[in-house]
């Protein structure tokens, strides 16, 4: 399994990247699998369904499985898990992608807009490789345009470092 981060502000364009992305990687023959970390509280299930009543009784973790796709509901009652930990569940695959941990130590990609108006990151964070942004980065630092997806696939798996190095 190897790693590589998505890196930027909200409204950067870090899920788009990476919905731009996937295809490109798919087509290489790589199973990918997605990290996606938020700072907003969120549910996927529905009040009232079996799971949401166990969830509600207090089962620490729920997993719910059909024939097409399963997914683990896991209580962390304020102690959310490392990425190691979040890793350490995927199913195999050959990269992961990690949208947000910003603060993680694995090679990153910052995804900067002008539009949002925020400060770059990778002043502040050795583990940024590169920018994707639709303006050139102070001091020359290694920049790919956002829309050249291809350059885009080729430096995430050039770039993405096997788990055990990671």
């Avoid at 399963?70 to 959310?80: D, G, Q, S, V």
Wanted: glycine residues 6%.
């Amino acid at each position: 399994m190897r790693v590589f981060g998505i890196a930027g502000y909200s409204g950067s364009g870090k899920t788009t990247l990476i919905e731009r992305v996937l295809p490109q990687l798919a087509a290489r023959g790589l199973w990918v699998a997605v990290i996606k970390h938020t700072h907003h509280d969120f549910d996927i299930d529905q009040p009232g369904k079996d799971s949401w009543r166990a969830r509600s009784a207090g089962a620490a973790a729920v997993l719910l499985s059909s024939d097409h796709r399963t997914a683990l509901l896991t209580e962390h009652r304020n102690m959310p898990p490392a990425l190691d930990a979040l890793l350490d569940r995927l199913p195999p695959c050959d990269l992961v992608l990690v949208e947000g941990y910003k603060r993680e130590p694995i090679p990153k990609l910052e995804v900067h807009r002008a539009a949002t108006g925020k400060p770059w990151l990778f002043p502040e964070d050795p583990h940024i490789l590169a920018v994707a942004s639709d303006v050139a980065p102070p001091d020359g630092f290694p920049r790919i345009d956002l829309d050249a997806i291809p350059q885009l696939t080729d430096f995430i798996v050039d770039h993405a470092l096997s788990r055990s190095t990671a």
